[in-house]
């Protein structure tokens, strides 16, 4: 602890040329030490949680790193939508290009929509998202610098995904979803077609459904992948890429899989 404090008392930033930070310390008497390290160089770096939500450690985040452009935080994720300032600070990050988190409330991800660098965004959406319908803050130009969105959705409510894409309009390359289970083969399709409105069909590469339950299901939930399901990715015919990794049936004639591959570039 002795030497934390020397290191913390320093006059000046301890690494002045510092570029990477992962900080993992959890000890909350260790924050001062943090604060040293914390440099106009920082591009990349890596929090608990509750030491961004700290005032001091936020404040001195937008003041002291103009060029940050990786953000990752580590825990559950950002509070609700009553800490306006610190999701206020978040949206004075212009250089941010990546970042990732969980559990993000619907102002969380209005804030993080008018972020102008953002290229790559990872998040988790749990069940406490609640997304007014519709939702003018998420229209054009939200999103504008995306181009590869992951979203893991923790509860399997697909009607929070599908809320969620219905407003935005934006131009990724690339796309990945992940699921606790496989959902039906009609709410997947509506999922598709969501994701078809919201995506720019001239520039979407790569699209991935990974389904994290590896087992196969019993009876009625053991569903069946079919063409009908998948026809809405029809519209995007730069894809590159289609990965379905799930415990399913797949129900494909010749004429579905003709189909299928004539939709990418030639």
């Known amino acids: 602890m002795t030497v934390v404090l020397a290191l913390s008392q320093s006059p000046g930033p301890l690494c002045p040329n510092l570029k990477t930070l992962r900080w993992t310390d959890t000890d909350e008497n260790h924050v001062p030490l943090l604060q040293s390290l914390l440099t106009p160089s920082l591009a990349d770096l890596t929090l608990p949680d509750f030491v961004l939500w700290s005032p001091e450690i936020s404040m001195q985040l937008i003041s002291t790193c103009p060029s940050l452009t990786n953000l990752l935080i580590q825990g559950y994720g950002i509070p609700d939508a009553k800490d306006m300032i610190l999701l206020e600070r978040l949206s004075q990050l212009h250089s941010l290009e990546f970042f990732k988190c969980h559990a993000l409330d619907e102002a969380a991800i209005t804030t993080l929509s008018s972020l102008p660098s953002l290229v790559e965004l990872s998040v988790e ?49 690339s796309v990945s979803f992940s699921m606790r289970r496989l959902p039906s083969p009609d709410m997947l399709h509506l999922l598709f077609v969501a994701l078809v409105n919201a995506c720019d069909s001239q520039q979407l590469s790569y699209i991935s459904l990974r389904i994290l339950a590896r087992h196969w299901l019993s009876g009625i939930d053991r569903h069946q992948i079919s063409l009908s399901t998948l026809d809405p990715l029809l519209a995007f015919p730069n894809v590159e890429s289609f990965t379905l990794d799930a415990m399913c049936n797949i129900s494909l004639d010749d004429d579905a899989i003709d189909a299928l591959r004539n939709t990418g570039p030639s």
Request: glycine fraction near 0%; charged fraction near 25%; aromatic fraction near 4%.
């Open 125 to 173: 959406l749990r069940e406490i998202l609640q997304l007014q319908h519709p939702r003018p803050s998420l229209k054009p130009p939200t999103f504008k610098s995306l181009e590869t969105l992951t979203l893991e959705l923790a509860d399997n409510k697909l009607s929070i995904l599908t809320s969620l894409l219905e407003p935005i309009r934006f131009k990724p390359r």
